[in-house]
């Protein structure tokens, strides 16, 4: 195009803006439009493939893992809501549902025992030992899917990693720093020493000892004052495996 | 599980911390309510109706995690079967504790069930027999203390359903049912 000089130079100029606006548009509409189509075509083979593989997501724990990742990347939640498509395919809500209430449970129950904080692995385990007699296998993934779900009763029940273990929190109290570097400290051999913790840590007696007694009151550590050495322990039954066990009895 | 001697051994007693009395509350209570259940079992089992507190009850320690209950935490746990009516001090110093993992009712109608059983409505026994007589085997009357079961007799009598009389030796009474 000539550019012209004078009012007509500058209408044309205008005309050109707009036609490249226009067009800049649409290429934005056309890709816009291309990808919900996409989106819709893979959501669509999403639920040709839940529909065809259904028994396979609900027995077998890592199978629904994968699958869950697929969903959540084209943006579907099966476990949004109870009704709807997904759960009525799948009837997944209900399991995570009934998870749920099973996993409340046993935090209460194990409470006493372990001042509100079970680790994962043990949670699953007692889990899959009420279980027993279900179709439906139980990993880690499910649990962690079940409590995230159950966040939503507001206090409490959480994930939180402490050193290399996932424990779940089911009471209000969050850990402090300093509590949790204490019961990272104490998952080598499931108790500590005041002296070990000085040492370890650098910290000064008082803090030691401030942090292990609120410890203490929360219910989460235990005094052992049998040792021959004659120098308290201080356990943590949330880093062993007791709860299970008081567990297995009690429910 | 471990087994002392026979018997199976819940978890806890493999948790070191368990064998110190604790003492925040809700911790406490836990750990109460688990010995307790573990001693009344052990000693049904092992048909065990005195525990004397500075003897070497086998329940007291587990060597095999070098941990012992002190004597504060041995009364504590009697003392909440004692609570829960299924055990009597039988001293003042709480030195000897007396086990009723069935308590004396209950004894009285295992006695009723036993005579009803056994045919034995009318007859006549010694106190012995009944203790230890064929008739009693592979019930828990069989071997069972004598001074509990004279408790539970005596609780029978006061409900007519027998009477006890002295024997021709001096050494045992006898019993005449009329259930």
């Known amino acids: 195009m000539r550019r012209r000089p004078g009012i007509g130079g500058l209408q044309t100029a205008a005309a050109a803006r707009d036609q490249y606006r226009l067009l800049g548009e649409n290429v934005a509409k056309l890709r816009t439009d291309l990808m919900k189509e996409q989106l819709s075509t893979f959501r669509s083979q999403l639920e040709d493939f839940a529909r065809k593989h259904k028994n396979d997501i609900r027995k077998n724990p890592a199978f629904r893992s994968q699958f869950h990742e697929m969903c959540a990347k084209v943006g579907v939640d099966p476990l949004a809501s109870n009704k709807g498509f997904w759960a009525e395919l799948l009837g997944i809500g209900d399991f995570y549902y009934e998870l749920g209430v099973q996993i409340v449970d046993i935090c209460l129950a194990t409470r006493p025992i372990n001042g509100g904080l079970i680790n994962l692995e043990e949670l699953c385990k007692i889990l899959s ?119 297995s009895e009690t429910l | 599980m471990q087994t002392l001697g026979e018997h199976k051994l819940p978890h806890f007693f493999h948790y070191p911390p368990y064998f110190t009395l604790q003492p925040v509350r809700e911790t406490r209570e836990k750990q109460i309510q688990l010995w307790k259940e573990l001693i009344l079992d052990y000693c049904r089992v092992q048909k065990i109706f005195v525990i004397g507190l500075e003897e070497d009850f086998p329940l007291f320690s587990n060597p095999a995690i070098e941990r012992s209950l002190n004597h504060e935490a041995r009364e504590a746990f009697l003392s909440a079967i004692v609570l829960d009516g299924r055990a009597e001090w039988m001293d003042k110093s709480h030195r000897q504790c007396l086990i009723l993992w069935h308590r004396i009712k209950e004894w009285a109608d295992i006695i009723l069930h036993f005579v009803k059983e056994n045919g034995l409505e009318d007859s006549v026994m010694t106190v012995e027999e009944i203790r230890t007589g064929v008739e009693s085997r592979g019930t828990d009357i069989h071997g069972m203390d004598r001074g509990v079961l004279m408790r539970a007799l005596k609780l029978l009598e006061n409900k007519g359903k027998l009477a006890i009389f002295k024997g021709a030796s001096t050494d045992d009474e006898g019993v005449k049912f009329s259930v």
């Open chain 1, 129 to 247: 030992q009420r279980r027993k007699g279900a179709r439906e296998a139980v990993s880690e993934d499910d649990c962690l899917r079940a409590i995230s779900k159950l966040k939503v009763l507001g206090s409490g029940f959480e994930v939180i990693t402490v050193g290399k273990r996932k424990l779940v929190r089911s009471v209000p109290t969050e850990l402090k720093k300093d509590h949790n570097e204490i019961l990272e400290l104490s998952q080598a051999q499931g108790f500590v020493t005041v002296e070990e913790v000085e040492r370890r840590l650098s910290w000064s007696t008082g803090r030691a000892t401030d942090a292990l007694e609120t410890l203490l009151d929360e219910g989460l550590a235990m005094i052992d004052d049998g040792h021959r050495d004659g120098k308290r322990r201080y356990w943590f039954p949330c880093v062993s495996s007791v709860s299970s066990f008081v567990a």
